[in-house]
């Protein structure tokens, strides 16, 4: 089976697929995100659904890549008789999503062949294929239907659809597959030229409007590109990852659901965008937020699905074998019914960077920011289930306190600095009391270091955040200790842990032990080492990142440094803001005064 990073990303703003190295893809729901696969291979087998696009044999591949500023993916073949370009994307979304693929001729001739496997609902349910016209089929089941157009003959066979062609220099052979819900007429044809066309153009004037100059322009526009090939257009959520169960470890059972909207992750997309001064998507997810958390604060999820639904009942798809047997490979996410108090302070300070970067003003967001504040006066208090979403029972996680100091720390500055209109005197209390709590209950002077949680000895990566967030200067005594005994126990092999993986470790997991290094949390390392003036280590850790990113620039959750691969599901949004918010916050240091430090700290 192919790594996790063998895979490319293709989209449409409403849905996406992974193309493996081999011209497989393996990974396709429509219509949206989270809807069943058609395309389950990649947690299964071949016979779970694929569509694979490659010369007949003894061909190799000299490289692929992206079409520069674009999410049109090229993959070059090489046999002994001729060369060809195989070239796979989505053309954004119009009705219906489509599939494209073409191949182009290069030199001399090339035998290729294509085979189609479609199974419905996460390669459990077999189609009935028919024959509309000379290059038409389409395939039904339940509410769904695809639609298979070619430009060479395909022929069924063993329930599938297959075809042999030559392709010779200069001609361009085209493939499209369309969804549309099976109730209604097959899709118009589309001209794939045209698609394309119109697909490289879009791409390209999106990121045109990005206005990031510094040192690592390409590789985060690439970032930003997969950013926004992860929001769902319609309504401006955004998803965590394309896919589900692609696991944490190997054969392990950390395999979990990432195709919804985490307000945590979708809030940190947003401060990349807004620092990229692409502000449309930012006021766009501010509605789908305003949407998705209407109703009582009390009430406010982790996450939602991308149209804003709340139930997300987690299930598992016991057909499937999962991800080189890594099971159970799960649809929906029971924690989304988790109480996170780190998202209060995601949000509002969500809201506070749309002020400071002049976002249009919304009575109604300020309305919910009220309300989630008034919530959080009293629940602040109370034990939550962590960043980490661990299912070992609540504590008094170090890190969700900080954010909800950020929540009141943003609402005050609102009345401050931007004039709006609040108990301001009652919030500065409770920042402060929260503070003096933390500074108290949550850092251990025997560790010198801020713990995972109020009365633990466990050290925690997401405590590298606080600096970040303003709740103490980067070069406090304390945060000093921190990022030391971070280092010393967290930090192997250039690569940051989230927290030790040992006996107390399972009982605040509530899961087995096992998982890779977390690319965020040394993104977060990287950021440290910035704003405590160690600039040459800080480059070195984000060099060292992006020297794991895939051939594509894409990156997972986790890296196993022990194999050498990457591990979790893919591409990982929250891996992509990180490493966007790296490199602007590793930009401003190295060309900041430290009057300016003090100011631009933030994340």
């Known amino acids: 089976m192919a790594r996790i990073e063998d895979y490319g990303l293709i989209g449409d703003l409403q849905t996406a697929a992974l193309v493996g190295r081999d011209g497989s893809i393996d990974w396709a729901c429509f219509p949206r995100f989270d809807s069943g696969a ?9 016979d779970h659904g694929r569509w694979l696009l490659a010369p007949r044999s003894d061909a190799w591949s000299p490289g692929r890549r992206y079409r520069e500023n674009t999410l049109v993916l090229e993959t070059d073949w090489e046999t002994d008789a001729g060369k060809v370009r195989v070239i796979d994307f989505m053309p954004p979304r119009g009705k219906a999503p489509d599939i494209v693929r073409i191949v182009e001729g290069v030199a001399g001739e090339v035998e290729m062949a294509s085979e189609l496997v479609i199974r419905y609902d996460y390669g459990s349910t077999l189609p009935w294929v028919r024959r509309l016209d000379e290059d038409t089929r389409v395939a039904v089941a339940g509410p769904d239907a695809l639609c298979f157009r070619s430009d060479v003959e395909h022929r069924g066979e063993n329930m599938r659809t297959i075809a042999e062609f030559t392709v010779r220099k200069g001609d361009r052979v085209a493939s499209k597959l369309t969804w549309y819900p099976s109730n209604e007429d097959p899709p118009e044809r589309i001209d794939a030229e045209q698609a394309l066309q119109d697909t490289v153009d879009y791409w390209t004037s999106w990121i045109g409007g990005c206005n990031y100059e510094g040192t690592w322009k390409e590789c985060v526009n690439q970032s930003l590109i997969v950013l926004k090939a992860l929001t769902y257009a319609p309504t401006g959520g955004i998803v965590a990852a394309p896919t589900t169960s692609l696991p944490e470890r190997i054969g392990g059972e950390r ?17 990349a965008f807004i620092n990229a001064g692409l502000l449309d998507e930012a006021a766009a997810w501010r509605q789908w937020l305003l949407r998705a958390a209407a109703g009582e604060p009390a009430a406010l999820q982790i996450m939602y699905g991308v149209g804003g639904e709340r139930r997300l009942r987690e299930y598992t798809l016991d ?27 995601e949000v509002l300070d969500a809201m506070h960077q749309g002020r400071v970067h002049n976002l249009e003003r919304s009575q109604e967001s300020w309305s919910l920011q009220r309300r989630l504040l008034a919530f959080l006066e009293h629940a602040w208090k109370e034990p939550d289930d962590g960043i980490w979403e661990v299912r070992g029972g609540r504590r008094h996680f170090t890190h969700s306190k900080v954010m909800a100091w950020v929540a009141f720390d943003r609402g005050v500055k609102a009345v401050e600095e931007f004039g709006r209109t609040g108990p301001v005197e009652r919030w500065r209390q409770v920042r402060d009391e929260i503070q003096r709590e933390v500074l108290e209950r949550g850092f251990d002077r025997e560790l010198n270091s801020f713990t995972q949680s109020y009365g633990s000895k466990r050290l925690d990566a997401s405590l590298l955040v606080l600096p970040l967030v303003g709740f103490l200067p980067a070069d406090d005594a304390r945060m000093l200790g921190t990022v030391a005994a971070i280092e010393r126990e967290l930090y192997v092999d250039g690569f940051v842990f989230r927290y030790a993986g040992d006996k107390e470790g399972d009982e605040v997991d509530g899961l087995p032990a096992g998982e890779g290094a977390f690319l965020p949390c040394t993104f977060w390392l990287a950021d440290n080492f910035a704003l405590q003036g160690r600039m040459d280590e800080a480059d070195e850790v984000f060099e060292r990142l992006m020297s794991v990113r895939n051939d594509l620039g894409l990156l997972a959750e986790e890296w196993d440094p022990a194999s050498r691969r990457q591990l979790g599901n893919f591409p990982q949004a929250f891996t992509h803001v990180a490493l966007v918010n790296s490199a602007f916050n590793l930009d401003r240091q190295h060309h900041a005064t430290p009057e300016q430090r003090a100011q631009t700290s933030g994340y």
């Open 38 to 46: 058609c395309f389950a291979a990649l947690l299964g087998t071949t």
């Open 255 to 271: 395999n979990w659901d990432y195709r919804y909207c985490w307000l945590r992750d979708a809030t940190l997309v947003l401060l």
């Open 319 to 345: 057909w499937l074998p999962g991800y080189e047997s890594s099971r159970p490979v799960r649809a929906g996410n029971a924690a989304s019914d988790q109480f996170q108090l780190d998202v209060y302070g």
